[in-house]
């Protein structure tokens, strides 16, 4: 197979330093976080041997909690330094199951969330907020103008650990405006502490969420192919 996901991954890392250095960035600045949906722990594996041979963190985020729970332990087994995210939807009737799982949890979106997952926990889980820059209605995220009083209270949650903020960003043909939307998250970022991650960035705008500033870019389709139905 021409189109492995062993040389698609390899195109995409190639596509991060490029980025990083037309944003002057360094290219270890940015690290691919590996979207999973629906893919099988054999394809998990393929990309993550591609990480290991290019020298990158391993990084993963997963959608959905049952899936997280089915491939996880095998994947674990054979790269043990592995990170496991959550960056879809957390219900809270599975939040018990999702700390099961994962390393982090990227999707924390409402006061709700926070202190239910709080409640659970005896020492600090690494969390991001996430914020829905978009200004549209949108199903995930946090409203921008929520965000700030949210990110205080996990600053001030001891059991939850701050490590960014996570956006989809906005879905639009009109590249300035993905960016613009970028934009507003690294400036909400930059107004509580510069170090903190940013989670943003997918296939078809990972060069722009890199200019703005992007730490964690999250792709599946440009690795694995087109999303199985
Ligand atoms: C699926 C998904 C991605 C990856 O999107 P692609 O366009 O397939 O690269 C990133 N983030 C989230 C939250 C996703 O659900």
């Not at 949890?105 to 907020?129: G, Y």
């Not at 956006?167 to 930059?190: I, P, Q």
Request: hydrophobic letters at 40%; proline letters at 5%; aromatic letters at 2%.
């Amino acid at each position: 197979m021409s189109d492995s996901i062993r040389s698609r991954l390899d195109r995409v890392l190639a596509r991060i330093d490029t980025a990083c250095a037309s944003a002057g960035r360094r290219p270890d600045d940015v690290r691919l976080m590996l979207a999973v949906k629906h893919r099988s722990v054999e394809d998990i594996c393929l990309a993550l041997e591609g990480l290991v041979a290019a020298r990158r963190p391993l990084l993963i985020g997963q959608n959905h909690v049952q899936q997280a729970r089915a491939s996880s332990e095998a994947v674990r087994e054979r790269y043990p330094e592995v990170e496991i995210h959550l960056i879809g939807h957390l219900q809270t009737n599975k939040i018990t199951q999702a700390l099961a799982c994962v390393d982090a949890i990227d999707t924390l979106d409402s006061q709700r969330v926070c202190d239910k997952i709080a409640s659970r926990l005896n020492t600090p889980l690494p969390v991001m907020v996430e914020v829905n820059v978009s200004e549209e209605d949108s199903k995930t995220g946090c409203p921008l103008d929520e965000a700030r009083p949210l990110i205080e209270r996990v600053l001030a949650e001891p059991h939850l650990s701050l490590r960014g903020l996570m956006t989809v960003g906005v879905l639009s043909e009109n590249a300035t405006a993905r960016r613009a939307a970028f934009a507003r998250l690294a400036r909400l970022k930059d107004e509580f502490d510069p170090s903190l991650e940013l989670s943003m960035g997918m296939s078809g705008d990972l060069a722009e969420a890199i200019a703005e500033g992007a730490s964690i870019v999250r792709i599946g389709t440009d690795v694995f192919g087109p999303r199985p139905q």
